[in-house]
T-cell receptor, first 110, second 112 residues
Framework: DQQVKQNSPSLSVQEGRISILNCDYT??????FLWYKKYPAEGPTFLIS?????DKNEDGRFTVFLNKSAKHLSLHIVPSQPGDSAVYFC?????????FGGGTRLMVKP | EAGVAQSPRYKIIEKRQSVAFWCNPI?????LYWYQQILGQGPKLLIQ????????DSQLPKDRFSAERLKGVDSTLKIQPAKLEDSAVYLC??????????FGPGTRLTVL
């Protein structure tokens, strides 16, 4: 039972363009959603989060959108930079316990 | 502020052997988590501690996995005996309050 799904295992974009990473969930008990970024041989690092009572949260080049009716969230990175190349995980938080999706590998080409 | 420390970084063992991983969380973080990340998947929570008490261990395979957090600081995760399917990266994370989980670099376990 995958409560959090990231259906695109990989995404390739050109430097300077927008990257859009998608995530779907099934658990209605999630009250926060988070995005983590992971480089090889390192642990995930927190990127941005959104409360379930909001539909948008922005932090610099990163914006997360939440559509509760569709149980869908997305992370927008504008403009994309080569240093953004990493694996991105979305996670749902229910009672301070995170459930992660399978990740999307983003490759930003110069 | 020092990050979450884990050791060893890599471990190779044969099936049926035992192995232990160590985690030192960020100072002052009361909550500690152990995750298992199998190649190509997202991290899966194994156990969550609040200080030295277990909050959730529903996904910990208790017949072979055990974890403890003595004195509410460092933690160890043990596997005994290991199986081939235990090959994964074991991640430790800590937090002071909800949402802000900080992860260590992980221990990559290979079971042959």
């Amino acid at each position: 039972d995958q409560q959090v799904k990231q259906n695109s295992p990989s995404l390739s974009v050109q430097e300077g363009r927008i990257s859009i990473l998608n995530c779907d969930y099934t658990n209605s008990m999630f009250d926060y959603f988070l995005w983590y970024k992971k480089y090889p041989a390192e642990g995930p690092t927190f990127l941005i989060s959104i409360s379930s009572i909001k539909d948008k949260n922005e932090d610099g080049r990163f914006t997360v959108f939440l559509n509760k009716s569709a149980k869908h969230l997305s992370l927008h990175i504008v403009p994309s930079q080569p240093g953004d190349s990493a694996v991105y995980f979305c996670a749902g938080d229910a009672g301070n316990m995170l459930t992660f999706g399978g990740g999307t590998r983003l490759m930003v080409k110069p | 502020e020092a990050g979450v420390a884990q050791s060893p970084r890599y471990k190779i063992i044969e099936k049926r052997q035992s192995v232990a991983f160590w985690c030192n969380p960020i100072s002052g973080h009361a909550t500690l988590y152990w995750y298992q990340q199998i190649l190509g998947q997202g991290p899966k929570l194994l156990i969550q501690f609040q200080n030295n008490g277990v909050v959730d261990d529903s996904q910990l395979p208790k017949d072979r996995f055990s974890a403890e957090r003595l004195k509410g600081v460092d933690s160890t995760l043990k596997i005994q005996p290991a199986k081939l399917e235990d090959s994964a990266v074991y991640l430790c994370a800590s937090s002071r309050w909800r949402n802000e989980q900080f992860f260590g670099p992980g221990t990559r376990l290979t079971v042959l």
